[in-house]
């Protein structure tokens, strides 16, 4: 078993195995968000499709990683990854994003509701058009969410960069991640402060998202301005050194 | 070319000449070297950027007329990164011939100059 042979290897008495022991690293910073999993310990791999494969499709690579993980320590999986069809990283992100003071239960039930309120204003657009406008009416709230989101992503960024005393916006291109993270942070912004305070989440941002998924709507505008400063400094791109 | 003499440029009691050098900390060698000067860079992908946005000054900013454009840009800046994450490993693991600062101030730390005798 992995388990007593990786704890005789170590030869600690006190801590449990593979557990780092709290160390500071700067004098004057403390480290708050930290993970108790020393660096041997591998993510876990929850996708079912990797397990069906048989032995004939498998590749050297995955052969030997397969033999690997046998022996391997392996994190515990969080509970909001699983291996369900119904899962979807993008909505789980925005999920993480909605949540407020760690209220997972309250900002699932809102991410659902939102979806629930984009499929019932789809069909109900469905049910009152014509047959020729039906096949252009999109009813997955999938897809009208990954649609809408990739929509508000912003192509160009803006970075101040300092120069010559002075903080100069300079364009500069952005990583995948970055543009995601900021599509969904505008949307969020949005849909939190520019409503009436009777109006419920998800009404607002079910509207947003089918919005955004037409290219109108005021996330669309922000990008659009985004876009526009960044055209109007492209003479200050060669501020940037990399 | 080899170091340069030291006999004689020192104000010293057997030394009948002025001084040459007057050096204000004692000549001994450190245990640590300098940190590499990090080289000036240039911004990558301002071609790709102009033509994108030229693109854009004529379609009023719609994504959809500037697709071929946009895609240009990210190819070029998905390139750029992987180039500049190339260059940094390179430089971690060898240095053209000598280690990195870091990994040599390690090996002079475990094996320090010795200026006393004892």
Known sequence: MAAPAVKAARGWSGSALGVRIAVFRFPGLTQVRWSRYGPEYKDPQTDKEYYRKSLAEQTEEEKYERELKKTQLIKAAPATKTSSVFEDPVISKFTNMMMKGGNKVLARSLM????????????????????????????????????????????????????GGHFYQVPVPLADRRRRFLAMKWMITECREKKHRRVLMPEKLSQELLEAFHNQGPVIKRKHDMHKMAEANRALAHYRWW | MATPSLRGRLARLGNPRRPILKPNKPL?????????????????????????????????????????????????????????????????????????????????????????VS
């Not at chain 1, 939102?114 to 020729?132: G, I, N, W």
């Not at chain 1, 406008?133 to 992503?153: D, V, W």
């Open chain 1, 112 to 163: 659902t509701q939102t979806l629930e309120a984009v499929k019932r204003k789809q069909f109900e657009k469905y049910h009152a058009a014509s047959a020729e406008e039906q096949a252009t009416i999109e009813r997955n709230p999938y897809t009208i969410f990954h649609q809408a989101l990739k929509n508000c992503e912003p192509v160009i960024g803006l970075v101040p960069i300092l120069k």
């Open chain 2, 28 to 116: 001994i060698l450190a245990n640590h070297v300098g940190e590499r000067r990090r080289e000036k860079g240039e911004a990558t992908c301002i071609t790709e950027m102009s033509v994108m946005m030229a693109c854009w000054k004529q379609n009023e900013f719609r994504d959809e007329a500037c697709r071929k454009e946009i895609q240009d840009f990210f190819d070029c800046a998905s390139r750029a990164e992987a180039a500049r994450k190339m260059r940094s490993i390179q430089e971690n693991l060898g240095e053209l011939g000598s280690l990195p600062p870091k990994k040599l101030n390690k090996l002079l730390h475990r094996f320090p100059n010795k200026p006393h």
